[in-house]
């Protein structure tokens, strides 16, 4: 597989995970009562939004692939 096209999927990864920390974010606050359930629920959100945003930080940063 090139650099380029790994990239890619690295970057569809990323926003998957921006998809299901949003996703998650509207079920924590709109959806769901249990407290202890609904604070679990938006530090995992939270946690995959910070991940996605440095994935998609290095792979913009990297420069273009050679081809």
């Not at 990864?13 to 959806?31: E, P, W």
């Not at 407290?35 to 995959?48: D, F, G, N, S």
Request: charged fraction near 10%; avoid cysteine.
């Amino acid at each position: 597989m090139s650099p380029a096209l790994m990239k890619m999927w690295i970057s569809l990864g990323s926003m998957g995970f921006m998809f299901i920390s949003v996703f998650s974010i509207y079920l924590s606050r709109y959806v769901i009562k249990n407290r202890i359930v609904k604070t679990i629920l938006a530090i995992i959100a939270y946690a995959l939004m910070v991940v996605a945003g440095i994935i998609i930080f290095f792979v913009v940063f990297s420069g273009p692939t050679p081809e």
